[in-house]
């Protein structure tokens, strides 16, 4: 089974710049959400997906994050426009419906802004 | 303030030795409390998960423990290898609503 895929990897903008990433989960999982990893500190959610619906994005800097999912399976975050605070790992993980608590997690994308 | 605090922050250990990590947490009620590696650059892979009836969990050289009463976690790794030199962070689940921990870095030295 493959796991959920992020990319890009890595990202290095400078403030002020767009960024995006994107997320692709376990095929079937119909959960999906979006967690900010700043050095040091566990996973913090930003949003949660359910097919394409928002579950909970009460995390989420509705100022200058978006996040959307619409058809229900690939997913993508946009931050507009970035701060230097915005640095961090990007984690994307997705679960069978009813099966939150068994998030299975993909390699994030670890973003730098100067 | 962090309802799931863990400590130690950071910990050095030989190879073959065993260490104990730790998690308290306030959250309350909850339904599963789950420990996580994550190798540096990697996302988190579940190791163990608890309901709050069971008392001990292991896989393989890791046992986790929970005591629902003291709202304490502690994960022990049994000989340990320089494979197991990661972040080990402790999630309280409550319904749909994860508490993660800021984690432990545990570094394994030849």
């Known amino acids: 089974e493959a796991g959920v895929a992020q990319s890009p990897r890595y990202k290095i903008i400078e403030k002020r710049q767009s960024v995006a990433f994107w997320c692709n989960p376990i095929?079937?999982?119909?959960?999906l959400y979006w967690y900010q990893q700043i050095l040091g500190q566990g996973p913090k959610l930003l949003i949660q997906f359910q097919n394409n619906g928002v579950v909970d994005d009460s995390q989420l800097p509705k100022d200058r994050f978006s996040a959307e999912r619409l058809k229900g399976v690939d997913s993508t975050l946009k931050i507009q426009p970035a701060k230097l605070e915005d640095s961090a790992v990007y984690l994307c993980?997705?679960?069978?419906?009813?099966?939150?608590?068994?998030?299975?997690f993909g390699p994030g994308t670890r973003l730098t802004v100067l | 303030k962090n309802q799931v605090e863990q400590s130690p922050q950071s910990l050095i250990i030989l190879e073959g030795k065993n260490c104990t990590l730790q998690?308290?947490?306030?959250?309350?009620?909850?339904?599963?409390l789950r420990w996580y590696k994550q190798d540096t650059g990697r996302g988190p892979v579940s190791l163990t998960i608890?309901?709050?009836?069971?008392n001990t969990k292991s896989n393989g050289r890791y046992t986790a423990t929970l005591d629902a009463d003291t709202k304490q976690s502690s994960l022990h790794i049994t000989a340990s290898q320089l494979s197991d030199s990661a972040s080990y962070i402790c999630v309280v689940i409550n319904n749909n609503d994860m508490r993660f921990g800021a984690g432990t870095r545990l570094t394994v030295k030849p």
């Open positions: 998690c308290n947490y306030t959250v309350s009620p909850f339904s599963n």
């Open positions: 993980a997705t679960a069978r419906l009813g099966f939150y608590n068994e998030q299975f």
């Open positions: 095929s079937g999982h119909a959960t």
């Open positions: 608890m309901t709050f009836s069971e």
